[in-house]
């Protein structure tokens, strides 16, 4: 296996090693890494119910009633009647007739795609989709068109080109999830109709975060009825582990049956169910806490551009600051952690070469005094890193 060893040096010489951060403290608005207290900008924990009261007793609860785990398969053994009340809350809270759910988007997306289409199929992909789209579509055998970042005119007239397929699946980010931009599903849903395509969106980062109720993207749009395949995660506003799709009974029904990720892999734990529940009924009952995240995310955002940043005027609690070349963002990235703030630098292949990014994300919990002292250490770090 010397390869493995010859793979590292490699990496490491193009500057693309990755390394984890350990963090001391759990996902509060501050935690410790290395030792030393920041406030945290990289958690998806958008409304910040990892910690809560109620989610936390719930998780608890489901261990004692269900135990630590569902030792099996939703098919064979581990189908728990909690699983099914999940799913009863996801379809009522998605307006939709069902509800189904996994142990992660990751094997929600590529199981489910690969059980929508196959060969003699076609797939319409936003090239800046998460990987976990790009790897269904590649497991799905069906063809991949990949479609310009939310282009509509290249859509189209990529759809205009796949009359012979039998299936046509459009798929799209709700909230892509680098950039924070909102996918234009009012005109993807219009081109889907003309072009006989039906739609699904990964709404991992507008689930609990977006729409009226938090139901999503399709929701803020009030599209509801024309996302015909509605993907959620329950890991990040919803503060636990694990993902869902909703939608038609017979969606739904055909999912059970054909989704491999779904039929091959143990239920998801007790825990994490009876967390993600405890926090569905957050979102549906107090609002505040997304407002308070808005409000949040609004005040970073213009506190970032004030001090000179290049911050794309999406509204979003994902707030990419765009550096450009990925030495300068690591440098910024590790400027900032010296200066109390964990926010990342995101380099290639996460997104494309030349648009590398500090990817700050904003939660509800963050206090004032947390936002203040972020921006402080982003205006220290900008200019000793030359980037302001
Ligand atoms: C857009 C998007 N889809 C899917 C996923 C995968 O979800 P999970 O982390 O639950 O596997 C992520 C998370 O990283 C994401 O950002």
Redesign the pocket.
């Known amino acids: 296996m010397k390869f493995v060893v010859e793979e590292i040096k490699e990496l490491l010489r193009k500057g693309a090693y990755r390394k984890m951060r350990r963090l001391d403290r759990p996902q509060a608005s501050r935690t410790v890494i290395g030792g030393k207290e920041c406030v945290l900008l990289s958690s998806?924990n958008y409304l910040g119910l990892t910690e809560h009261p109620e989610v936390k007793e719930a998780a608890k609860l489901a261990v004692d009633s269900w135990g630590t785990g569902s030792g099996g398969s939703r098919l064979i053994t581990g189908n728990y009647a909690l699983h099914e009340d999940m799913e009863q809350a996801i379809a009522c809270f998605k307006r939709t007739e069902g509800a189904i759910t996994f142990?992660?988007?990751?094997?929600?997306?590529f199981g489910v795609i690969q059980a929508l289409v196959n060969r003699g199929d076609v797939v319409l992909s936003d090239e800046l989709?998460?990987?976990?789209?790009v790897d269904g579509c590649r497991l799905s055998r069906a063809e991949v068109k990949i479609y310009r970042h939310k282009d509509m005119e290249h859509l189209e007239k990529i759809l205009g080109q796949t009359k012979e397929y039998r299936r046509r699946l459009i798929v799209t980010?709700?909230?892509?999830?680098?950039d924070g931009d909102l996918a234009p599903l009012p005109d993807i849903v219009k081109l889907a109709g003309q072009y006989d395509a039906f739609v699904m969106v990964?709404?991992?980062?507008g689930t609990g975060v977006l729409g009226r109720s938090g139901a999503g993207t399709a929701e803020h749009f009030g599209l509801e009825d024309k996302v015909q395949v509605q993907?959620g995660?329950?890991?990040?506003a919803l503060g636990s582990?694990?993902?869902f799709v909703a939608g038609t009974r017979e969606l739904i029904e055909y999912l059970r049956n054909k989704t491999r990720s779904f039929i091959y892999s143990t239920a998801p734990a007790p825990a994490a169910i009876g967390a993600a529940l405890a926090a569905l009924r957050l979102v549906e009952r107090q609002p505040e806490i997304r407002e308070q995240l808005w409000k949040n995310a609004r005040y970073l955002r213009t506190g970032l551009k004030n001090l000179g940043y290049q911050v794309p005027y999406e509204d979003s609690p994902i707030i990419p600051v765009l550096i450009g070349h990925a030495a300068k963002t690591m440098q910024l990235a590790q400027a900032l952690l010296e200066a109390g703030v964990f926010a990342p630098g995101i380099r290639p292949p996460t997104v494309p070469e030349g648009t590398c990014r500090i990817r700050a994300t904003v939660m509800a919990i963050h206090s004032r005094d947390d936002l203040d002292q972020a921006l402080s250490a982003f205006d220290r770090a900008g200019r000793k890193a030359g980037v302001i």
């Open positions: 998806n142990g992660s988007g990751y094997t929600a997306n989709n998460h990987s976990s789209i980010d709700g909230v892509f999830s680098m990964d709404d991992a980062h993907m995660t329950l890991s990040k582990a694990g993902a």
